[in-house]
């Protein structure tokens, strides 16, 4: 055995050389593997005793791709085409050893190995897309060449991972081996190519696949319409579509230059860091400095859920789709056989939509149980209280589970607005209780605030951060606070976009900017779609208030068919003559000046005092990172993933120092006394000393 680096060994199994990378934790192509790469093949070209080398990879996976770490770095080292030229050029077989993920980087090197093979459980993609890039080691070239274009464009434009057996079908790999003898198989399988005499395959040298869609642009714009509204405001899926233009177009060579061209704009462009940024930024999330990767966990085998309504009934679909039982507890017979009437209908549209079986429906809802019963929740695990948002209500209910409930047990509430430190007084085991803050639709939504009170154990924070992985969400750990993370930035735009419409700006307008920012939908529209009339009440109406203007007049949003837009039979929103009008008279007699508002204080106005809460929310220390509040904005409200979040955004693409001396000059001009423009000392700290917001915040 040669060891060629720290990271790489060379050996040879009679007459076949085997080149083994071990770099965990994902064998990523950092300097070191990459020279590693070119040293080991080198020698193992020169061995004459060699007939053909086998690459495979030590630990959890084989490539998982360029090391990310190293993007916006000098580069060092052999470079990654260096590397693969070295290998497709050589002049004996080369079989890669496929197990984990093979993606990005990791696929274009297998690539230009002359074969691959693979475990069952392996799967390939080229998952750049996802972190705003493309990918930029021929893979743009190679994978349509094998694949054909319009898979390529499906799993170029998705970042998908392909399982084995697919790769299998389309070609990307050549033989399944069996689980666990990756390393037999592969040698067995080069043995098998020098003893056959088989060629050394170049993907570069195919046409067939590509040559399927010369003369078809039909083909690109086709599929350009059918990714249009998924892909809006991201730059990369169009340039990953345009480098398998120019695969179909243009020679390998100059195809290669494309890409390289349109892999340079994107790696060195705002979105792509954005997206990076994200990339880690979920990694992060989930350690807590306080709570260490050894915190004993609790088994969670059976849940509890307190009320059967909308949210109720999508928390527990959550459970029930990871396989653990869930008793719901409702007041009567009849709400229950309701809410698990709406959980029925829910799986049942995903069985007709193919998402799985009708067997499945039946096995899901068969992990549902419904009780009227507080009693039935003792031996549970896990209960999570999902009733209305009152304080009276909700202590008296956690006064009773504390005498139910079996100790040990977490004892939670989806409350999105009350302080659960006093939620915690009404038990005798503040410690057990935490805030597991779903968002709606909770089935769907991947965001779940996990809420730390005072005294919540360091066990019931890891077990929370562990199940909510488990149940498929990103959990985020966040403090007591009004609205939490979310909402309280939430609050901050809603506020500033309802004094918007009163100072001259249109709802259509708002909503047009900060759709047009990358946002699902604007305030209003978002409002017409909730439903004007949450929490309204047409006896105790006073007309004071917008909203009670507009529910008075029927225009309770999109149910109604209209709310601050008119609505046609599709639903399709059309600005509103009378809701204008509406809007003037009620600015006028309350003495706003009405003005022509630009796009660009719009923006500033709903997105800055977001970024000025977040700081405060820091130095509250209610949030752990600047990133756990990106990932909150990116998860549960759509902030588009290359914006980076609103603290990203704030920091990376406005400045620091901008969005302090905007909110200095609003606090200055603000005559309301409510001092929601006063800057946040964290803000003011940062740009003082010139330095990120979580640097300020470290000290
Ligand atoms: C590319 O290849 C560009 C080329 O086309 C062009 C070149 C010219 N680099 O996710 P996990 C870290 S772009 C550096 O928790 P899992 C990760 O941060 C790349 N670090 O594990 C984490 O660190 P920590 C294309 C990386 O088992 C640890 O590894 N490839 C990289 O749930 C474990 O990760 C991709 O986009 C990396 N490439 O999932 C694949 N990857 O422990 C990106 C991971 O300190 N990676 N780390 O928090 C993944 O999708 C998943 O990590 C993977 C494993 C599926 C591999």
Redesign the pocket.
């Known amino acids: 055995m040669t060891a060629i680096n720290d990271v790489t060994t060379l050996t040879r199994d009679g007459d076949i050389a085997i080149v083994t990378l071990n770099s965990p934790?994902?064998n990523?192509?950092s300097a070191k593997v990459r020279e590693g790469l070119f040293e080991g093949f080198k020698q193992a070209i020169a061995d004459d005793q060699a007939k053909a080398i086998v690459l495979i990879c030590e630990g959890?996976?084989f490539i998982?791709?360029?090391?990310?770490?190293e993007f916006g770095q000098a580069p060092k080292g052999p470079g990654?085409h260096e590397v693969q030229q070295m290998i497709e050029d050589a002049p004996k077989p080369v079989v890669a050893a496929i197990h984990g993920?093979a993606?990005?980087?990791?696929l274009?090197v297998a690539l230009v190995c002359h074969y691959r093979v693979a475990v069952p459980s392996a799967k390939m993609g080229l998952?750049?897309v996802?972190?705003g890039?493309l990918?930029?080691?021929g893979?743009t070239q190679r994978l349509p060449r094998v694949t054909g274009v319009e898979k390529a464009l499906e799993m170029m434009t998705s970042g998908r991972h392909a399982s084995a057996k697919e790769a299998k079908e389309s070609g990307l790999a050549d033989e399944i081996v069996e689980e666990g003898k990756l390393l037999d198989g592969a040698v067995a399988f080069a043995r098998k190519a020098v003893a056959e005499n088989w060629p050394l395959v170049k993907i570069r040298e195919r046409d067939d696949k590509v040559a399927e869609a010369r003369g078809k642009p039909e083909v690109f714009e086709a599929f350009r319409k059918s990714v249009a509204r998924k892909t809006r405001g991201f730059l990369a899926p169009e340039y990953n579509i345009q480098c398998i233009e120019a695969a179909v177009n243009l020679p390998f060579d100059e195809g290669m230059k494309v890409e390289a061209k349109l892999?340079r704009e994107l790696v060195t462009g705002s979105q792509s860091a954005a997206q990076r940024h994200v990339?880690?930024a979920e990694?992060?999330v989930a350690k807590i400095p306080d709570v260490p990767k050894e915190t004993p966990l609790i088994d969670i085998k059976s849940v509890g859920i307190i009320g059967a309504g909308t949210m109720g009934g999508g928390i527990a679909m959550n459970f029930a789709n990871a396989g653990i039982p869930v008793t719901i507890i409702e007041q009567s017979q009849d709400r229950l056989d309701a809410g698990l009437g709406v959980v029925r209908k829910n799986y049942e549209n995903s069985a007709k939509k193919g998402r799985f079986s009708m067997d499945e429906v039946e096995k899901r809802m068969g992990l549902l149980q419904g009780s009227t019963s507080l009693e039935d929740l003792a031996d549970k695990d896990l209960v999570i209280e999902a009733i209305f948002e009152n304080m009276d209500v909700k202590k008296d209910v956690f006064g009773k589970l504390d005498k139910i409930v079996k100790q040990g047990a977490i004892l939670a509430t989806n409350t999105s607005a009350l302080d659960i430190d006093e939620i915690a007084t009404a038990t005798s085991r503040p410690e057990a209780v935490i805030g597991l803050h779903f968002f709606s639709p909770a089935n769907v939504m991947k965001l779940l605030e996990i809420v730390r009170a005072d005294k919540t154990s360091k066990e019931v924070i890891a077990t929370s951060m562990a199940l909510s992985k488990k149940i498929g969400k990103i959990g985020v750990l966040v403090g007591v606070c009004p609205g939490f993370v979310g909402n309280r930035l939430l609050a901050q735009r809603q506020r500033e976009a309802n004094k918007l419409i009163l100072e001259g700006a249109m709802p259509w307008d708002v909503d047009r900017v900060l759709f047009g920012f990358g946002l699902p939908m604007g305030p209003f529209a978002m409002s017409d779609l909730a439903g004007l009339d949450l929490g309204w009440n047409k006896e105790t109406s006073k007309g004071e208030t917008l909203r009670d203007l507009l529910c008075e007049r029927d225009r309770r949003g999109q149910k109604t068919g209209a709310g601050f837009y008119d609505y046609d039979e599709n639903r399709t929103p059309s600005p509103s003559k009378e809701v204008e009008e509406l809007i003037r008279q009620y600015a006028e007699e309350r003495q706003f000046q009405q003005r022509d508002i630009s796009d660009q204080e719009i923006l500033e106005r709903c997105l800055y005092p977001m970024v000025n809460e977040g700081a405060k929310i820091l130095e509250e220390g209610k949030a752990i990172r600047t990133s756990d509040i990106d990932i909150v904005w990116i998860m549960g409200y759509g902030w588009p993933r290359y914006e980076g979040g609103p603290m990203w955004w704030g920091e990376n693409v406005v400045g620091l120092d901008k969005v302090l001396a905007k909110m200095k000059e609003w606090d200055a001009a603000d005559t309301s006394g409510t001092g929601v423009f006063k800057p946040s000392a964290l803000l003011e700290k940062a740009v003082a000393d010139k330095v990120s917001l979580q640097k300020a915040l470290e000290g």
């Not at 998982?64 to 770490?69: E, K, L, Q, V, Y």
């Not at 993606?103 to 990791?106: M, N, P, R, Y």
């Open positions: 934790p994902v990523a192509l959890r996976t998982a791709g360029a090391d990310i770490t990654l993920t993606l990005g980087g990791g274009e998952p750049e996802n972190l890039l990918p930029g080691a893979g892999f990339f880690f990694r992060q």
